[in-house]
């Protein structure tokens, strides 16, 4: 199970974190993505972190704005979003990888948390 | 833009078949192992194919997937009303570093 929180709506070159509480699966046996999807538009692959946290990996379209992290000791995820805009509006979900650093496909997928970037 | 490329839509009448094309290139399909999302509108993205051709458990054998070079295939038979979504390929890009999702296909049942 995966559960998303800290969405909400900010101002553009706001910031906002997200987390994404993990239970049922040993949390730090597997990397973990931020997959997001704007309105009316396809899924976007945003980040993804190694079970160990040695490894990040990011969209261009966020590199150097987003930061993914996760905390093993409490089986959390969280993405750090800064300089935010417009075009970061979106569900934003969490999605379970298949192995400490794999990403060969995502399950399961978190319920998703809503960032609207607006003023 | 997505580096994967799917139809807009497909459509077919209830009990037929619809296939959904997905094609990439040799920096992703061509070396990765491809996957399959359905999305009924206003849900979670659910996983449906992984490793080109696996099934999740759950997942009915009227879903099957299949890849060829640089594209892959999800086909869909005895369509039913219930399987009206939106459908993503993905895969690992290995020149981006990072995953990558089909443009994605509505599939509407007549």
């Known amino acids: 199970q995966l559960l998303e929180s800290g969405g909400g709506l900010v101002q553009p070159g706001g910031s906002l974190r997200l987390s994404c509480a993990a239970s049922?699966?040993?949390?730090?046996?597997?990397?973990i993505n931020w997959v997001r999807q704007g309105p009316g538009k396809g899924l976007e692959w945003v980040s993804g972190?190694?079970?160990?946290?040695?490894?990040?990996y990011y969209a261009e379209s966020v590199k150097g704005r987003f930061t993914i992290s996760r905390d093993n000791s409490k089986d959390t995820l969280y993405l750090q979003m800064d300089s935010l805009r417009a075009d970061d509006t979106a569900v934003y979900y969490c999605?379970?990888?298949?192995?400490?650093?794999?990403?060969?496909?995502?399950?399961?997928w978190g319920q998703g948390t809503l960032v609207t970037v607006s003023s | 833009q997505s580096v994967l490329t799917q139809p807009p839509s497909v459509s077919a009448a209830p009990g037929q078949k619809v296939t959904i094309s997905c094609s990439g290139s040799?920096?992703?399909?061509?070396?990765?192992?491809v996957s399959w999302y359905q999305q009924v509108p206003g849900t979670t993205p659910k996983l449906l194919i992984y490793e080109n051709n696996k099934r999740p458990s759950g997942i009915p054998d009227r879903f099957s997937g299949s890849k060829s070079g640089t594209s892959a295939t999800l086909g869909i038979t005895g369509l039913q009303t219930g399987d009206e979504a939106d459908y993503y390929c993905?895969?690992?890009?290995?020149?981006?570093?990072?995953?990558?999702f089909g443009t994605g296909t509505k599939v509407t049942v007549l």
């Open positions: 999605a379970k990888s298949t192995g400490p650093n794999h990403y060969h496909w995502f399950d399961p």
């Open positions: 049922g699966f040993t949390f730090s046996s597997y990397a």
């Open positions: 972190i190694s079970g160990g946290s040695e490894f990040t």
């Open positions: 993905g895969t690992w890009d290995s020149s981006l570093r990072g995953y990558v």
């Open positions: 040799s920096s992703n399909i061509g070396n990765q192992y």
